[in-house]
Nanobody, 130 residues
Framework: QVQLVESGGQLVQAGGSLRLSCAAS????????MGWFRQAPGKEREFVAV???????????DYADSVKGRFVISRNNAKNTLYLQMNSLKPEDTGVYYC????????????????????WGQGTQVTVSS
């Protein structure tokens, strides 16, 4: 079992930056594929970013087109923590951000779906004002 707790969400002005954290307990994260999703009010939860091992301590990341070039997903396995650095924030980035984890060997494209994950955090609210 893995427990995930997100933090770092807050109100920020458009153009600003935030770093979200997802602290894991229960198991070491190094072998897990990890993802960030978000859900805006009245909308479906959507993929934001994913990181998974491609061998040893090398990880591959992928992003939704809407955040590519602005967001960076990273992980610190020693701290058992996943991060999402969000820059040049826009009002449309507003939503509840969730981290997720899985030990599956799904492809990166499969990990862009919520169904690819076994464990979820409770979410952290990000609000970007215009």
């Amino acid at each position: 079992q893995v427990q995930l707790v997100e933090s770092g969400g807050q109100l920020v002005q458009a153009g600003g930056s935030l770093r979200l954290s997802c602290a894991a307990s229960g198991r070491a994260l190094s072998s897990y594929a990890m993802g960030w999703f978000r859900q805006a009010p009245g909308k479906e939860r959507e993929f934001v970013a994913v990181t998974r091992s491609i061998g040893g301590s090398t990880y591959y990341g992928d992003y939704a087109d809407s955040v590519k070039g602005r967001f960076v997903i990273s992980r610190n396995n020693a701290k058992n923590t996943l991060y999402l650095q969000m820059n040049s924030l826009k009002p449309e980035d507003t939503g509840v951000y969730y981290c997720a984890a899985t030990l599956s060997s799904f492809s990166v494209s499969q990990l862009q779906s919520q169904a690819g994950y076994d464990y979820w955090g409770q979410g952290t609210q990000v609000t970007v004002s215009s």
